[in-house]
């Protein structure tokens, strides 16, 4: 059976989002109108994500989509890479534990947030008053949930809360994610920092449903309830307190792009294909029949006895057996109605697909395969994959960008309540995690012999502390894989030492098996050897002349 005549091709998301493009985006004016254009979009992803596509009675939406796309009704996501996907760049982005401090773990082991040396001895405390800040916002949980997301959706918002409610002793600063489908609409600078947003949704309260609406700049937050205006609060950053986080910019100057939306008409193929090889199997088992042969008699057997050899079957009919037709026609055979089906040929188209998303998604099986090799150092398997490593790389800037916005922020408003007495009890006294914003900026001083020291000064460290360089922070550079060491003895030790020695000699006097280890295909060897084998034909000729000595 020729399944692709079955399959429409489906409608890619990407066409969709090109079509929400259209829309005249500039990051530095409202985008309402594409935020609103997008919200659907976003909404099948998230269906995938959580295994819940094609479910018509999770979502109506659904029975559009498999009309649209001559997808089957009963249609399921039995093969759904959307969460494995996402989720690898949660696990490989940011490994480590996570402390409270910031600091590595006295094995070595290095923060979820790995912070560079340089900028520990340069402001110890500010990096402190950050993971302060982040252990608040619950990052050891958060953090996984926003590169997933950021992922999934190519895009995440991450608002700053300034917590003045309550005793004193339960205010802070911390950060929050906040749902895309509650931004209405934002603004960014040409180097993507926000300078106004507007967050609107329905919800409750204990006055009735309303129409919420919260709209921030950087000076001042405004309150609506049913788009009546019912306070204004001048906070008074000079920033606005918020981070747009993309994973990798393609086209759009404001949204990231998804990683995995461009696979999704692919896995309706997969899909597909399997709802109807499922649905024949299940036809297969109470197939109609034709009989054919003379004389026949046909027999329900529910359960057989053996007799003597040529002996006839005694036909029981016992509860609960298993149900046989048998058919003792002369000549007799019988044909189902439906007709040959190509289980082969659609498990191989099936395969097809699944290697192309495979491609387009390599980080779903670039554990596997390197589980399947053995001792394999960092740079090494590094080699193999550098097409993970490429987007790795990017999405890594970019998220890193985004968090050392976020503990900037963090740092600056805490620092400033700490300082303002925003947060001071009756007595003026601090709670010990409160007190960690109470720091000074330092300076960086060299001494006539070269050496740098980092010196505090009297300024303490407040909402203009950015500006003056003085909360400056970074996060390391981590590699796709962190490099193994290979054990002493091993194949892959050998092959090490042999580069290592390969740099110095060449490949002068290597055998076959040597260059093996060291990894070259069967053709370099061959042309390797080859050209060996001249150059020793020539040194041996010119030794029996005498023009060189042995």
């Not at 360089?469 to 003895?489: F, M, N, S, Y």
Request: a negative charge; glycine letters at 8%; hydrophobic letters at 40%.
């Amino acid at each position: 059976m020729a399944f692709e005549g079955t399959l429409s091709t489906a409608r890619t998301l990407g066409g969709a989002l090109r079509k929400s493009d259209a829309i005249v985006e500039s990051p530095e004016t409202s985008v309402a109108a594409v935020f609103a254009a997008r919200r659907q979009q976003w909404t099948v992803l998230e269906s995938w994500a959580d295994n819940r596509a094609y479910d018509e009675n999770d979502w109506a939406y659904w029975e559009d989509y498999k009309r649209s796309n001559n997808l089957p009704k009963w249609i399921r996501p039995v093969y759904n890479p959307v969460q494995r996907a996402v989720d690898w760049y949660a696990g490989h982005l940011y490994r480590g534990t996570w402390t409270e401090d910031g600091r590595s773990l006295p094995d070595g082991t290095p923060n979820l947030i790995p912070v560079p040396d340089d900028v520990w001895q340069a402001r110890p405390l500010v990096v402190e008053a950050a993971f302060q800040a982040l252990t608040w916002s619950n990052f050891r949980s958060v953090l996984p949930a926003l590169i997933a997301r950021t992922q999934l959706l190519g895009s995440q918002f991450v608002e700053i809360h300034d917590d003045l409610s309550g005793p004193p002793e339960r205010r802070k600063v911390t950060a929050e994610v906040i749902p895309l489908w509650q931004v209405a609409d934002i603004a960014l600078n040409s180097r993507g920092d926000v300078k106004r947003y507007v967050l609107a949704y329905t919800t409750n309260d204990d006055r009735g449903s309303y129409a919420f609406r919260k709209e921030v700049d950087n000076q001042t937050t405004r309150w609506y309830r049913d788009d009546k205006l019912e306070r204004t609060d001048r906070h008074g950053y000079g920033f606005c307190p918020g981070v747009w986080v993309v994973s990798r910019l393609r086209g759009s100057r404001l949204f990231g792009v998804s990683l995995v939306a461009s696979v999704l008409p692919k896995l309706d193929r997969i899909n597909a294909i399997a709802a109807f090889v499922e649905a024949r199997l299940a036809r297969t088992l109470n197939e109609p029949r034709v009989f054919y042969g003379a004389n026949g008699k046909l027999q329900v057997i529910t359960e057989t006895r053996p007799t003597t050899p040529g002996g006839t079957a005694t036909v029981e009919a016992t509860e609960g057996g298993t149900r046989i037709l048998h058919w003792n026609g002369e000549n007799g055979r019988s044909d189902g109605l439906l007709g040959a089906m190509d289980f082969a040929g659609a498990e191989a188209r099936m395969a097809a697909i699944v290697a192309e998303v495979e491609s387009d998604l390599p980080e779903i099986v670039m554990d596997q395969e390197l589980r399947g090799m053995s001792q394999v150092t960092g740079p090494g398997a590094e080699a193999m994959i550098g097409d993970v490593r490429a987007r790795f790389d990017e999405t890594m800037g970019n998220l890193d960008a985004a968090l050392v916005k976020i503990m900037q922020m963090l740092v600056s408003i805490g620092c400033h309540r700490a300082n303002n007495g925003a947060w001071d009890d009756d007595s003026g006294n601090l709670t010990r995690a409160q007190a960690m914003f109470r720091i000074i900026e330092t300076v960086k001083v060299t001494g006539v012999d070269g050496k740098v020291t980092w010196d505090p000064t009297s300024v303490p460290v407040g909402l203009d502390s950015y500006g003056r360089g003085a909360i400056d922070l970074a996060i390391t550079k981590r590699a796709l894989l962190d490099e193994i060491a290979p054990v002493e003895g091993s194949e892959e030790y050998e092959r090490v030492q042999l580069m290592k020695l390969n740099r110095i000699v060449g490949y002068a006097g290597l055998s076959r098996k040597q260059l093996e280890i060291m990894g070259e295909d069967d053709d370099t060897i061959t042309a390797l050897l080859k050209d060996q084998a001249a150059r020793d034909a020539v040194a041996e000729t010119l030794f029996n002349r005498g023009t060189i000595q042995p």
